[in-house]
């Protein structure tokens, strides 16, 4: 029978040969193939796979010749094939066939040992698990896009590895487990579930200092690296070995010390299945650039005791708040051992769900198999199932407090990190953080990062044109690189070129479907009401938009609203930072949004007239 290994280098075997597939994009095909194994996988997300956002013209046949080439060299037998299904194509495989199936029935079985007493058993099966991996998934494919696939099937193996330990540490080999626990932290430094399993199993062998001394190092490596302090389970279990009370034991006599969600047992008679861990953050991006006062404040707010502590990170459309967001979230993910949950509330992208969808998909996996139908009592019953964890939720693109508050935690341990175009200063017990854009430098090393340093430095001042014109955003920057990376050819003279017409730097600033007109469009079409729509598209016709509150009258009689209308107007659109306050009363509005403004039809009625040349805008 024909075997798949994936659990490292991707490597085929028929019987005791190894079947040589040499062709990169091939291996990258048969690796998407694998990992859905069983499943149709559509032709566009194998051609997002193999070529990411620049596909060639003949995209299709390609992939179809890659298919033949791939059909030729493996040589399917009856119990394996490769199927041209509707759309896209299916690999067959056999029981048994493939390592990563391996692994999940034998962590499957472990787990459920382990969760009806039986230790060994349980501790056998995860180590058989565990066996099936030769290296990280995937080692010697080059595809960027399978990135987060491996990451996610390594945080798997991790939480079997720190299962394992646990099983063996309540058997009793603490002597054995040493060694194990000191690399896999010094690979995880951040798992504090694994730091807690080492200083038991460092105490079970009379090293009460050395378990005090890998304390000491987790805790400076936390604070150096993130600002924050070990959780409360781990300062309990410093002072637990400080005084020499007996460890490794909690107070609940049906569980082992620092158990994690991934192996949670459930008491008989709650009417709830086990939960399952939740890892849903966005993957981090490898060019994040500057923003260190930020991510410190941050990760800052969650580095002390809280009850529901909220956080909330608001600013203007494309300054880089979500990115800012998963990256202090994937910091932060090691003091919330019971999972991330990640809700993208943005209503310019297709993905994007109401609160009562996001609780249908949450509660399941906190356990509850019976979702309530109305949002009162599912938000309630999320709050309960959140009481007793440590979790962190991340709700991106809130329009407001109606939209997010069903998807907060209540009393607890748990906590929640939030994005907006407003501040919701009402939520009780806040942090807030206004996001500006990033200062010139900043911006530059972002361009350079993402583009390519040599092709930037190549044409410096181009380089510095086009982030002038991008206004410093970090979302219009990253689509520009986005576009240089898919055009080699493309000067940044050029680029600076298109982008220096106002009636097409829109157009330019956009790429595979992102757009950043879209993103400044949906606050005018989510956030704004009548009179501030009214103000907006007025301002798109002005030279210069700088305005105070002693030109209200003026802006009157162009909009047809009053003075104090106007001036309340002019406020609701600062608070979601369509403009700018400036510390002598007066606002600018960005040109990237005043264009957008422009590009809107005004209601019949409204009278717009533009300043007479040379005065100042309103």
């Known amino acids: 029978m024909m075997h798949f290994r994936i659990l490292g280098c991707l490597q085929v075997w028929d019987g005791d040969q190894l079947i040589d597939i040499a062709a990169d994009k091939q291996r990258t095909v048969l690796a998407v193939l694998l990992l859905r194994a069983g499943q149709t996988v559509p032709v566009h997300e194998l051609e997002d796979q193999v070529w990411g956002d620049a596909p060639p013209a003949k995209a299709k046949n390609t992939l179809q010749a890659y298919v033949y080439r791939l059909r030729q060299i493996l040589r399917f037998g009856p119990d394996t094939a490769l199927v041209t299904e509707a759309g896209g194509y299916r690999l067959r495989v056999p029981d048994g066939a493939l390592d990563l199936h391996r692994f999940e029935e034998l962590t499957a079985r472990g787990r459920a040992a382990i969760k009806a007493g039986r230790l060994d058993e349980g501790f056998t099966a995860l180590q058989a698990a565990l066996d099936q991996w030769r290296g990280p998934a995937f080692a010697d494919v080059s595809a960027t896009a399978l990135q987060a696939d491996i990451q996610r099937l390594e945080d798997q193996r991790i939480a079997v590895a720190e299962d394992a330990a646990e099983a063996a540490l309540a058997l009793g080999r603490q002597a054995t487990m040493v060694q194990r626990l000191e690399t896999l932290v010094a690979s995880h430094p951040y ?35 993130l600002g924050i302090e070990p959780g409360p389970q781990l300062r309990q279990l410093q002072r637990d070995i400080l005084s020499a009370r007996a460890v490794g034991r909690t107070g609940d006599a049906d569980g082992f010390w620092f158990v994690g969600a991934a192996t949670a047992r459930t008491r008989p008679g709650t009417g709830q299945e086990p939960a399952r861990l939740a890892a849903e953050l966005p993957r981090d991006t490898s060019t994040f650039v500057g923003r260190r006062t930020e991510l410190a404040e941050v ?39 019971d999972g991330q949950f990640y809700a993208n509330l943005h209503e310019d992208e297709d993905t994007t769900t109401g609160p009562a969808e996001i609780l249908r998909r949450w509660l399941p996996m906190l356990g509850v198999t019976a979702v309530p139908r109305g949002i009162e009592e599912s938000a309630a019953l999320f709050r309960s199932a959140l009481a007793t964890r440590r979790v962190l939720v991340v709700v991106d693109g809130a329009a407001g407090l109606g939209h997010v508050s069903p998807l907060l935690p209540g009393a607890g341990n748990s906590a929640a990190l939030v994005t907006g175009r407003r501040a919701l200063t009402m939520i009780d017990g806040s942090a807030h953080l206004t996001l500006r854009v990033p200062d010139d430098e900043e911006a530059l090393d972002l361009l350079r990062r993402t583009a390519g340093p040599e092709r930037i430095d190549a044409e410096l001042m181009a380089a510095r044109t086009v982030v002038h014109l991008c206004e410093n955003l970090p979302l219009a920057i990253r689509i520009v690189a986005a576009r240089l990376a898919a055009r080699p050819e493309l000067s940044l003279k050029s680029m600076a070129g298109q982008l220096s017409d106002e009636q097409r730097r829109l157009d330019e600033l956009a790429f595979g479907g992102l757009t950043l007109r879209a993103r400044i469009r949906a606050a005018y079409d989510r956030l704004l009401p009548a009179d501030a729509r009214t103000m907006f598209r007025t301002l798109g016709d002005w030279p210069q938009v700088d305005s105070t509150g002693a030109a209200a009258p003026m802006i009157a009689a162009r909009t047809g609203l009053t003075p104090a209308r106007v001036r309340a107007a002019l406020h609701t659109l600062a608070d979601v930072h369509l403009l700018l306050a400036q510390r002598d009363g007066r606002y600018r509005m960005p040109t990237l949004v005043r264009l957008v403004a422009a590009e809107l039809t005004p209601e019949p009625g409204t009278v717009r007239r533009l300043p007479a040349a040379g005065t100042d805008g309103a």
């Open 299 to 337: 990760c800052g707010w969650f580095a002390e005791e809280w009850t529901g502590r909220v956080g909330m990170i608001s600013g203007s459309a494309g300054a880089g708040k979500t990115t800012l967001a998963v990256h202090a979230a994937h910091r932060l993910a090691p003091r919330f051992p």
């Open 191 to 225: 798992r504090e579930r694994l730091w807690a399993l080492l200083m038991v199993a460092l105490c079970g062998t009379g090293r009460r200092a050395d378990a005090l001394a890998a304390y000491g190092r987790l805790r400076a490596r936390l604070r150096e690296d």
